[in-house]
């Protein structure tokens, strides 16, 4: 299923998110993220043609992915408030803002089940 905020493969998503970036200033900045199940990683890149890398999410540092529906971050989040989420892993928090809620639950689907996938394999 493709939106046309979304490409999705088998293998892969992409699309673009807000990301709230910047150690001293909290910026939303446009990144074109990657989700790549092959290489078990979500990149991030300034644009659409992934030339200049801006971060890489490995799925093993992935604590936990869920809607940000205390909407903390959400009062300085642009719109749609209601499209938060944040992926938390073991170093920080990543506040992404999806451009549709549709979009949004297909980004946190995608990265749970690749995380867990992951995740999760190897401990019983």
């Known amino acids: 299923m493709n ?11 992409r ?3 807000l990301k709230m970036g910047g150690m001293k200033f909290k910026t939303w900045n ?10 078990r990683s979500l990149f991030y890149y300034q644009d659409k043609t992934e030339t ?3 971060g890489c999410i ?8 869920y809607v940000d529906h ?3 971050i959400s009062l300085r989040s642009p719109e749609p408030r209601e499209a938060t989420f944040i992926v938390k892993t073991i170093e920080r928090p990543y506040y992404l803002v999806a451009p549709t809620v549709e979009a949004m639950r297909i980004w ?4 749970i089940t690749g995380a867990e ?3 999760f394999a190897g401990e019983s």
């Open 3 to 13: 939106s046309p905020h979304l490409h999705l493969t088998s293998t892969s998503c």
């Open 58 to 65: 490995y799925f093993q540092s992935i604590v936990e992915v």
């Open 15 to 17: 699309g673009f998110l």
């Open 30 to 39: 446009r990144r074109w993220f990657v989700f790549d199940r092959k290489r």
């Open 108 to 111: 946190v689907d995608v990265i």
């Open 117 to 119: 996938g992951n995740t």
């Open 52 to 54: 200049k890398l801006r």
């Open 70 to 72: 205390l909407q903390s």
